[in-house]
């Protein structure tokens, strides 16, 4: 059973930058699509960015610019580089890996940004 386990959310003034880490417990994402999702408050979950296993990357209009998605094969991890952090970023952000025939969520990792 492949695991996701998200760290690196935390309290930050807006402006600022947090890193995310998605780890898997096998080689999931040099097979499979990464990608970062959030849940605001009272809001239904949304895609934040992904990136294929061809390296295209994807993101959502609200954070281009400030947000950059990486992977490392050899540690099994997906990043998510948070910088110019806004209010409105304060969410549950959650890891996904999936693919044909795959498909694996995290339990997220709160990140809440501070006006």
């Known amino acids: 059973q492949v695991q996701l386990v998200e760290s690196g959310g935390g309290l930050v003034q807006a402006g600022g930058s947090l890193r995310l880490s998605c780890a898997a417990s096998g080689s999931i994402f040099s097979r499979n699509t990464a990608g970062w999702y959030r849940q605001a408050p009272g809001k239904q979950r949304e895609l934040v960015a992904t990136?294929?296993?061809?390296?295209?990357?994807y993101y959502v209009d609200s954070v281009k610019g400030r947000f950059t998605i990486s992977r490392d094969n050899a540690k099994n991890t997906v990043y998510l580089h948070m910088t110019s952090l806004k209010p409105e970023d304060t969410a549950v952000y959650y890891c996904r890996a999936y693919g044909s025939g795959s498909n694996y969520w995290g339990e997220g990792t709160l990140v809440t940004v501070s006006s």
């Open positions: 990136l294929s296993v061809n390296d295209y990357v």
